[in-house]
């Protein structure tokens, strides 16, 4: 059974770092594309950051130099290290996983909350 487990996120303050991390299991990790995506109430999910399987990385421009995606392949987990922190950063962090030909699978989800 596929399963990504996010955690990490909390209520911090502005100006601060947070370090999100996913954990997968039941799916073949090597190889595969992942990223962290937020989501906002009322607002579609938009993707924050990217890694290809063979580690080429995208970032959005509003997080770009603050935020960093980074994966450990050997313990199947995936990272984004969020730094200077800012209240438009407020949302419902997403690990997304896609192993190679098959589906995307998404966590659960964690809340960060920037307080300004």
């Known amino acids: 059974q596929v399963q990504l487990m996010d955690s990490g996120g909390v209520l911090v303050q502005a100006a601060g770092s947070l370090r999100l991390s996913c954990a997968a299991s039941?799916?073949?990790?090597?190889?595969?594309?992942m990223g962290w995506y937020r989501q906002v109430p009322g607002k579609q999910r938009e993707s924050v950051a990217t890694?290809?399987?063979?580690?080429?990385?995208n970032t959005a421009d509003s997080v770009k130099g603050r935020f960093t995606i980074s994966r450990d392949i050997a313990k199947k987990m995936v990272y984004l290290q969020m730094n200077n922190l800012k209240p438009e950063d407020t949302a419902v962090y997403y690990c997304?996983?896609?192993?190679?030909?098959?589906?995307?699978?998404w966590g659960q989800g964690t809340q960060v909350t920037v307080s300004s």
């Open positions: 039941g799916l073949v990790f090597s190889g595969s594309d």
């Open positions: 890694m290809t399987s063979d580690g080429r990385t």
């Open positions: 997304n996983v896609r192993p190679p030909y098959a589906r995307a699978y």
